[in-house]
């Protein structure tokens, strides 16, 4: 199976910086990569699909890049709605495994 | 607006069975692959089941093969997940959740969750 493995798994920032969360998977998984957001109780919401593409109604404050194994999440100006745990997803391996990475939980500083 | 509703979940004993069902509406479901995924206690997201649009096609997370079947019905907007021989392992919040449709498997909306306990 793929692995996926975020980094950092936490994160203390204020409000108003520029965060960056990677995800590296364990072989090539070309684009096919997708950015969630979970909020304690509350069902996760997709941020990035595709490696680059928002997601609609998602701040544009929230981007993503990459290609291959390694990806990263951005959020340009942190907001106080912003602090959750954020997932990324594989959806290219096959026997069929959509594995998570192990999710990176952002705090306020 | 779309919305999924599970139902279903609450406290069982290992061994025992469980289904969870999942009412979708304000989209065309018989047009969209649906998936369960699942978040044991204070840990990640684990993909478990997913049933393609129109029911043919199945795929299931090896730690739940042979023991959780995944199902849908379309003239009712509903999907199912058959778990029996249930585990400790399995305690978990069960989401259901639809397709985008676009780029691989990603899933643009998510139910509320429904809580399984797996306990003696």
């Known amino acids: 199976d793929i692995q996926m493995t975020q980094s950092p798994s936490s994160l203390s920032a204020s409000i108003g910086d520029r965060v960056t969360i990677t995800c590296r998977a364990s072989q090539s998984i070309s684009n096919y990569l997708n950015w969630y957001q979970q909020k304690p109780g509350k069902a996760p919401k997709l941020l990035v699909y595709?490696?680059?593409n928002s997601q609609s109604g998602v701040p544009s404050r929230f981007s993503g890049s990459g290609s291959g194994t390694d990806f990263t999440l951005t959020i340009s100006s942190l907001q106080p709605d912003d602090f959750a745990t954020y997932y990324c997803?594989?959806?290219?391996?096959?026997?069929?495994?959509?594995?998570f990475g192990q999710g990176t939980k952002l705090e306020i500083k | 607006q779309v919305q999924l509703v599970e139902s279903g979940g609450g406290v069982v004993q290992p061994g025992r069975s469980l289904r969870l069902s999942c009412a979708a509406s304000?989209?065309?479901?018989?047009?969209?692959?649906m998936h369960w995924v699942r978040q044991a206690p204070g840990k990640g997201l684990e993909w478990v089941a997913s049933i393609s649009s129109d029911g043919s096609n199945k795929y299931y997370v090896d730690s739940v093969k042979g023991r959780f079947t995944i199902s849908r019905d379309n003239s009712k907007n509903t999907l199912y997940l058959q778990m029996n021989s249930l585990r400790a392992e399995d305690t978990a919040v069960y989401y259901c959740?639809?397709?985008?449709?676009?780029?691989?498997?990603?899933?643009?909306?998510w139910g509320q969750g429904t809580l399984v306990t797996v306990s003696s």
């Open positions: 304000g989209f065309i479901f018989s047009s969209y692959g």
């Open positions: 959740a639809k397709e985008l449709g676009l780029a691989g498997i990603v899933w643009d909306y």
């Open positions: 595709a490696a680059s």
């Open positions: 997803q594989q959806s290219y391996s096959t026997p069929l495994a959509y594995t």
